[in-house]
C-alpha cells in the first residue's frame, strides 16, 4: 500500500513538473512571437533646386539613411520643386534616386510632379499626361516598392477593381502596424477650376482615396493592429482648409471628404494613428484632431532648404507608439 502512494505521489511530481515545463514553453513562444521594435524613415519635398546644387546633397542624405538600415523608407512626395521642369529625364532622375535607397521606398505623389506642371517655370505640360507618366514608370512594377531591394505591398488597382488606376494607393503591415498611402496632394488635391479635366480627375481620385482609406481601416480593426501609420503629401490643415478651432474641414476644400473620412475611421480606431505628410516644408509634430480624434499625431516633414529626414521608431510595447527623431544632413550647414 505504501508503495502505491509512493507511486503516486512520483507520478503527480511528475505531472506537476510537466505542466510546469509546457507553461514555460508557451510563455517563452508567446514572448517570441510579440511584435519587435522597428525603425522606418520618412521625408519629402525634395530635393528642390537646380540639379547643380542640389543633387549632391540630397545623394548625402540618401547615404545616411542606408547608414541607419531602416526597414524601409516613405517618400511624401513633391520629388522636385515646383519651379523646375517636369520633363521626362526630371522626373526620372528622382525615380533614379529612389532605386538608390538599400531598404524599399514607398513612394506617394506629390503635387509638384504633375498638378502644378502647368505652371509656366515647370515646362507647361499637361497635368493629366505628367500623372499617366509617373503611373508608367513610379507605379508599374506590380505590388511591390521602390528601392534597391523592394517589398511586397498591395495596390488598390490590384484589390478594387473600381479603382483599377490608382496603383499608387498602397498598403502593407510590419510587427501588428498597418500603414496606408493615399494619394492626396497639395494645391487644394487638384480641385482647381482652370479646366474641366481637373476637376474630373480630382472627383474620381478623391472618391477612390476614401474608399481606400475606409478599407484600410476596416482592415486594420478587423485584424486588431496595434496602431496605424497613414502616409499622404498635402497638408490639409491649412488655413482656409481646416478649422483648427472647430476641427472641421472647409467645403471649399479639396480635403473635406477625405478629412471627414479620416476624422471618423480615427476616432472609432481609438488605436495610435501616425499621420505623415509634408507640403508646407516644416518640420513640425502636432495633435490637430485633439478633440474628435486625440489619437492621432501629425508628423510633417522637412522640405525645400531643409533638405532633413525623420528617423521613426516604432514600438507597440510601449505607451508612446512612435519615436520621432530628426535626421539632419551632415552635407548642409543647417
Not at 54 to 83: C, E, M, R
Not at 125 to 133: G, S
Not at 281 to 310: C, D, E, W
Request: hydrophobic share 45%; with cysteine.
Amino acid at each position: 500500500m505504501g508503495s502505491m502512494k509512493n507511486t503516486a505521489s512520483i507520478l503527480k511530481r511528475c505531472l506537476s513538473a510537466l505542466l510546469g515545463a509546457t507553461t514555460l514553453l508557451a510563455l517563452t513562444a508567446g514572448a517570441a512571437s510579440a511584435d519587435k521594435p522597428f525603425t522606418f524613415v520618412a521625408l519629402g519635398d525634395m530635393p528642390y533646386g537646380e540639379p547643380a546644387k542640389v543633387y549632391a546633397p540630397f545623394k548625402a542624405l540618401i547615404g545616411q539613411v542606408n547608414d541607419l538600415k531602416p526597414a524601409f523608407t516613405i517618400h511624401i512626395g513633391d520629388t522636385k520643386s515646383g519651379s523646375t521642369p517636369c520633363s521626362d529625364k526630371m522626373l526620372l532622375d528622382q525615380l533614379n534616386f529612389m532605386n538608390t535607397f538599400d531598404a524599399p521606398i514607398v513612394y506617394t505623389p506629390g503635387d509638384n510632379e504633375w498638378t502644378d506642371c502647368h505652371r509656366k517655370k515647370a515646362g507647361r505640360f499637361d497635368p493629366i499626361e505628367r500623372l499617366a507618366f509617373l503611373r508608367k514608370h513610379y507605379f508599374s512594377h506590380g505590388p511591390r516598392s521602390l528601392g534597391k531591394v523592394p517589398m511586397k505591398i498591395e495596390r488598390q488597382s490590384d484589390l478594387m477593381k473600381e479603382y483599377a488606376v490608382y496603383p499608387e494607393n498602397a498598403r502593407f503591415v510590419k510587427e501588428g502596424v498597418h500603414f496606408v498611402a493615399a494619394h492626396v496632394v497639395g494645391s487644394n488635391n487638384n480641385f482647381e477650376v482652370r479646366d474641366r479635366r481637373a476637376i474630373a480627375e480630382f472627383f474620381a481620385r478623391d472618391k477612390a482615396n476614401v474608399a481606400w482609406l475606409n478599407a484600410e481601416f476596416d482592415k486594420a480593426v478587423a485584424a486588431k493592429a496595434k496602431a496605424l501609420v497613414l502616409a499622404i503629401h498635402a497638408n490639409i490643415f491649412k488655413p482656409g482648409f481646416f478649422s483648427k478651432k472647430k476641427e472641421a474641414f472647409s467645403g471649399a476644400s479639396g480635403f473635406k471628404r477625405f478629412g471627414d473620412a479620416l476624422l471618423k475611421k480615427a476616432a472609432a480606431f481609438k488605436k495610435p494613428i501616425l499621420l505623415i505628410y509634408g507640403d508646407s516644408h516644416k518640420y513640425q509634430i502636432t495633435r490637430p484632431l485633439s478633440k474628435k480624434a486625440p489619437n492621432v499625431l501629425a508628423l510633417q516633414v522637412f522640405g525645400a532648404k531643409q533638405m532633413h529626414a525623420v528617423k521613426v521608431t516604432v514600438d507597440t510595447v510601449k505607451p508612446a507608439v512612435f519615436d520621432i527623431q530628426p535626421i539632419k544632413n551632415k552635407a548642409l550647414a543647417n
